[in-house]
């Protein structure tokens, strides 16, 4: 477990980072996935300890209203693209110009977002993504929001049951949640012309939860797709995931 650091948002809200490698000669910046943390998604796994081994310092912010960063409530702090404008601050609060930029899930779609809006990192890991979970939220988002309306009441076997109990796991703020939510901007496949930089789409081979990778793959302008075992759930604690992010980043 590393100590968090902790840094102050643009408007005032106190947000959590994590770095393992200090030292190291070359940087990655990692965001998790939507209800999870940097410790539950990088840490818990390997993967950043495989990272440090290959020689990075690996950053691993927890967004806002996850982990160890603040969970404000008030619409007003949480305006269209907020997750990828905090990236943004950090990025310049660490004083990044030569990094990586990876995420797995809602991490990958925040990384998408940050190079659309003008990021220009090395490489890119998009983690646990297909083509279409990158526009059409709003499906995605009206399906989180009837599991936290359903967060008490929800049985076994119900869709929403085990994005329910990873939520009590990860003992999410519903209420900032649901404003999060509300935040996520489309990328229209258009604009994946932007992304120019060696990508790398890992993904769990049963996973669709966000459409096809190999779509994805198909839709950049220089991609590879690196097939891991599992789920959505279960492909981010895969060996398997660590190992093909830092090949592809080697």
Not at 163 to 189: C, H, N, W, Y
Request: one cysteine or more; a negative charge; aromatic letters at 8%.
């Amino acid at each position: 477990m590393t100590e968090a650091q902790y840094f102050t948002a643009s408007d005032g809200t106190r947000l959590a980072y994590h770095i393992m490698g200090e030292g190291n000669d070359r940087d990655i910046l990692l965001i998790h996935g939507l209800f999870s943390s940097a410790t539950m998604n990088w840490i818990k796994f390997g993967h950043a300890q495989k990272l440090v081994d290959a020689g990075f310092r690996v950053i691993m912010p927890d967004l806002r209203a996850h982990g160890d960063s603040a969970a404000p409530h008030g619409k007003e702090f949480y305006p269209d693209d907020i997750l990828a404008r905090d990236m943004e601050e950090l990025i310049a609060h660490l004083g990044l110009t030569d990094y990586d930029l990876g995420g797995f899930s809602l991490g990958a779609r925040t990384t998408v977002r940050l190079i659309v809006r003008g990021a220009t990192p090395r490489k890119v890991v998009l983690g646990g993504m297909g083509l279409e979970g990158l526009a059409g939220w709003s499906r995605r988002k009206d399906f989180f929001l009837e599991a936290i309306a359903q967060f008490d009441t929800a049985k076994r076997g119900d869709p929403h049951w085990l994005s329910i109990q990873f939520m009590k796991t990860m003992k999410v703020d519903r209420e900032a949640t649901a404003l999060l939510l509300g935040t996520f901007t489309d990328t229209d496949p258009d604009a994946l012309a932007v992304i120019t930089q060696p990508v790398l789409v890992v993904c769990g081979t049963e996973d669709r939860d966000n459409g096809s990778a190999e779509k994805l793959v198909a839709a950049l302008p220089d991609a590879t797709y690196a097939p891991v075992p599992g789920t959505h759930m279960s492909s981010v604690t895969e060996g398997a995931m660590g190992d093909a992010i830092v090949a592809f980043l080697k």
